[in-house]
């Protein structure tokens, strides 16, 4: 049967469990959700992205499961929906999301490697020399469907937007000079630009009228810290308690969002606000923010990019070498391009 009469079906697409892989993922999904509008679809995902799914998606009914739930437990889930559904689709590339698609549909597709060739009904090959928005394009042709479109961009209710604002005026944020400075990343030290230099970036901030505001996300509290302590003061700081669509109602309403290759630079750069992103041991043409709004900053050193969650070379220099000068003139050179284009 060929793909393309697969549509519409009861499709179950798996989606990545990391936050900056998953908005990375929603051009696809688009694809998926639009491709299957008069079948029924269910996104399958972590229980902190229910609400901007269920918010981007209205059509789709959005699930989710536990960070370390069994593939067994989750396909007993899916399977209580009125499965096994007659599509399904994992965009994560572990065993056990391979597992679990077999259980919960009939026929099942994914990336080769991790038993995908026992486990699965379709297996593709993911061109890792692309950027990662296209990881599932394999997929969609194998439905039918066109590729992902790079510049899709979800739109925010008014009412996520005035959340977010609720939030910033509660941590006491002047909204008009407000620019996010996002310093953690989930995987990894070595993705981490030093929380020192983002609180030297902070104090020029000030001196140049804005007010640097930490976006962080839970368990983060630490690296808010540090940065607040090298900024010599107390600064906002936002995120701690909320979810993924209270992240991007926060960095919608700031100009700039000043970040590392992490989920705050994926949230940003998916729902269109202007990112200036430093790079290290990742590449930016692999998980970069696209589109011509965004700065990027990486030194492109002969070992990097390695990927590695410790650098190899013990140095580090990849991020350390990316010197607070540099953030600070992109940060300027990108408010004034984006000041240019409101005259």
Known sequence: MKGASRLPAT???DLPNWVGDQMMAMPALNRLVEGNRCGETVLHTRPNMVRLLAVVFPEARVVASPQKASPFSSARMARDMGGPFEIGITLRNAARAKIFIRLSARWSAGSRGE?????????LE??????????ADPILAALGLAAANPAWRPTLPAGLKDEGEAVLR?????????IGLAPATARGETKRWPAQRFGELAIRLRERGHEPVVVIGPGEETVAEEVCTA???ELAVVGADID??????VTARMPVLVCNDSGPMQVAACFGIPVVAIFGPSAPSRT?????QHRVLSLSLGCSP???PQCLLDHHDCMRGISVDKVEAAIIDLLETLSSRDL
């Open 126 to 135: 993911i061109d890792r020399s692309r950027h990662q928005v296209h990881d």
């Open 11 to 13: 499709m179950l697409v």
């Open 306 to 308: 390695c990927t590695a």
């Open 115 to 123: 038993g995908a060739l026992a486990l699965l009904s379709t297996t």
């Open 288 to 292: 970069g923010p696209l589109g011509a």
């Open 244 to 249: 993924v669509a209270g992240l991007a109602a």
């Open 170 to 178: 509660t941590a006491r944020v002047d909204l008009e000079r407000a």
């Open 231 to 233: 900024a010599g003061g």
